[in-house]
């Protein structure tokens, strides 16, 4: 770990919270074994006059952003810092823990197995992330290098390479025994492979969302949470939105709403699907120190056929996995938050198989959601219908880490500048 990166978490202390089964908290009880606790961090404040719970006397904007999560702060920055007249609303105060956003940590990967076409925007994300922490004055990114580990021929080892090779990234090819080697804590079988990444790593959602909302606010948005959309209508060249607090107009709407998307478009038969993900915290057994981030990269396997899991180094609140998609179908609403013993088992059985180290005590289990496009691909665009509003952030669980480039491509959009990148992948369909 680089000492810029621990000098710059002096003033991000981590505290521990005693959590409950809430729909807040989204956490499972630990049975038997005690009060259930996990780590968050300690957020940048963001000033009381960032945060408006009632009806403003200033009602119309260039650009209303409905939902301010990963994507709809982003978009806020970038707008305001155009000096765009931007309105954000969310139906809640993020960053929270009932959507797509939080879970103290994220992976950042370029080697995209997803796709070629993403290698050039997560490139464009890292610089954005980084120049976000020299204005914040928060670390928001720890690079500890990636592996995607499956058979040559799985769609995460084949994809990794594609993308590496197409856009001449750094990487390294490692056999099963080579990555037993390197890095003690993972077991591949041995009819698996690994692309290692050298510039992949951690994002800090929490600190992530705070931040670029308190940007927002710094050049000039004005944030209201709390304050659920209720409808919008197009009236003539310009935009009205209803909240529960009042009416606001402007030129353009941004619908970021992620799970909540659904709800503020019910006219279009949109073909998203919302998905219940699990996300689980364990003690190493022995040798903790093999989990350091010095030691432990970010890591994302394919294995049995078509079923994938994901890991991250113990930063102080365990080892952290989960499955990544095979979830629950569900609706926003509906979700489940509790997690059952039996699915913290079922992922303990993974990690006792490839990770036999990481199968300690039982930390904590805490539930967020996908929202699926039917190929897992973005979704960002006009409405089919009304040019003034534009529709994102349906990003299928692999998001978070292109937020800042998709605010960017957002702001471009709405004041009619041509995006640098290729988009077509993410267009309706």
């Not at 074994?33 to 963001?46: A, C, D, H, S």
């Not at 948005?221 to 959309?229: N, S």
Request: aromatic share 10%.
């Amino acid at each position: 770990m680089s000492a810029w990166y621990g000098a710059s978490h002096i003033a991000i202390r981590r505290r521990r919270l005693q959590e409950n089964t809430s729909p807040a908290s989204s956490v499972a009880t630990n049975r038997g074994r005690g009060p259930l606790t996990r780590w968050r961090w300690n957020l940048p404040q963001i000033t009381s006059g960032s945060i408006t719970f009632s009806m403003h006397t200033k009602s119309s904007y260039d650009v209303i952003i409905a939902g301010l999560g990963a994507m709809g702060s982003a978009a806020a920055f970038q707008l305001a810092r155009r000096d765009v007249r931007v309105l954000g609303l969310d139906r809640y105060t993020p960053p929270h823990a009932l959507g797509s956003s939080h879970g103290d940590t994220r992976i950042i990967r370029e080697a995209y197995f997803e796709h070629p076409v993403y290698v050039p925007m997560v490139q464009r994300a890292f610089e954005l992330w980084r120049e976000l922490e020299r204005i914040s004055g928060i670390a928001l990114l720890m690079q500890t290098g990636g592996l995607m580990i499956g058979r040559p021929e799985s769609d995460l080892v084949a994809g990794a390479r594609r993308s590496a090779e197409a856009h001449g990234l750094a990487h390294t090819l490692l056999s099963a025994s080579d990555v037993r080697a390197r890095f003690p804590a993972f077991h591949p079988e041995r009819d698996m492979m690994a692309v290692w990444e050298p510039r992949a790593g951690v994002l800090f959602p929490e600190a992530c969302i705070s931040s670029a909302l308190a940007q927002a606010r710094a050049h000039g948005a004005t944030l209201c949470f709390a304050e659920p959309v209720q409808n919008w209508i197009v009236d003539g060249d310009s935009v009205r939105v209803s909240t529960t607090r009042g009416e606001y107009r402007a030129r353009q709407l941004i619908v970021t709403a992620g799970a909540w998307v659904g709800s503020l478009l019910p006219t279009l038969d949109l073909p998203f699907r919302i998905e219940r993900q699990v996300l689980h915290w364990f003690e190493p057994s022995s040798d903790a120190e093999t989990f350091a981030p010095e030691r432990c990269p970010v890591h994302l396997w394919q294995f049995d056929g078509h079923r994938f899991f994901y890991g991250f180094p113990d930063l102080g609140s365990g080892v952290k996995a989960a499955f990544h998609h095979d979830g629950e179908v569900t609706t926003v609403e509906g979700v489940r938050r509790e997690v059952a013993l039996e699915e913290v088992e079922v992922m303990r059985a993974v990690l006792r198989r490839f990770l036999p180290l990481a199968d300690g005590p039982w930390r904590a289990s805490v539930v967020c959601v996908y929202t699926n496009t039917p190929d897992e691909h973005f979704w960002i665009d006009r409405h089919p219908h009304y040019e003034q509003v534009l529709i994102a952030s349906p990003c299928s669980g692999h998001g978070f880490k292109f937020a800042p480039v998709i605010g960017e491509i957002l702001a471009d959009i709405v004041q009619d500048k041509r995006p640098r990148f290729d988009l077509q992948l993410f267009h309706r369909r």
